[in-house]
T-cell receptor, first 111, second 115 residues
């Protein structure tokens, strides 16, 4: 069975600084990877997804992620964060037509 | 262009009562998923349904929980004889077939509080 590991439960970062949220997944022959964002008291919104092709995936709100097969990683990055990026971020992998989520990483933007 | 609609947004039940959570998928989507979110635990898969058919219920507790997605109407997640440990946010998502290469759209969730 697939699994997703988000090593950091919380990440504090100053406004306008870069950020990287880490995600590792268990290996599989083929894998589809996702990052979702959950703003306070909201549902989940898709940030970006990797299905195939280019390993660098660009998403909404200036986020991007890089698929690294050898390291089984799919880290999320943003070069300059804004206070509005305060949210919880979930890495996910699809398996057998269902999505398996990591435990999430809370991004705290410091003024 | 309605997305996934869940209701109610907030539900309070006393221990022993029944909770019924409803989910209307995106128009045209034939697949519905239910997830439970507990603090510090992320989202846990519960069940995956097509219309009139349960595809995968490997995440559903063995007792008190059931789900359906009838031919007409919303998907229902039903929790009988609720206990305090059932307090959580329950999210529904829908997708067209083959979620592996399609986005799942999530609702706003139902926050269940058992008192």
């Amino acid at each position: 069975a697939q699994s997703v590991t988000q090593l950091d439960s919380q990440v504090p970062v100053f406004e306008e600084a870069p950020v990287e949220l880490r995600c590792n997944y268990s290996s599989s022959v083929s894998v589809y990877l996702f990052w979702y964002v959950q703003y306070p008291n909201q549902g989940l919104q898709l940030l970006l997804k990797y299905l195939s092709g280019s390993t660098l995936v660009k998403g909404i709100n200036g986020f991007e992620a890089e698929f690294n097969k050898s390291q089984t990683s799919f880290h999320l990055r943003k070069p300059s964060v804004h206070i509005s990026d305060t949210a919880e971020y979930f890495c996910a992998v699809s398996e057998d037509d269902k999505i398996i989520f990591g435990k999430g990483t809370r991004l705290h933007i410091l003024p | 262009n309605a997305g996934v609609m869940q209701n109610p947004r907030h539900l309070v039940r006393r221990r022993g009562q029944e909770a019924r959570l409803r989910c209307s998928p995106v128009k045209g989507h034939s697949h519905v998923y239910w997830y439970r979110q507990l603090p510090e635990e992320g989202l846990k898969f519960m069940v995956y349904l097509q219309k009139e058919n349960i595809i995968d219920e490997s995440g559903m507790p063995k007792e008190r929980f059931s789900a359906e997605f009838p031919k007409e109407g919303p998907s229902i997640l039903r929790i009988q004889q609720v206990v305090r440990g059932d307090s959580a946010a329950y999210f529904c998502a829908s997708s067209p077939p083959r979620i592996g290469n399609a986005e799942a759209f999530f609702g706003q969730g139902t926050r269940l509080t058992v008192v």
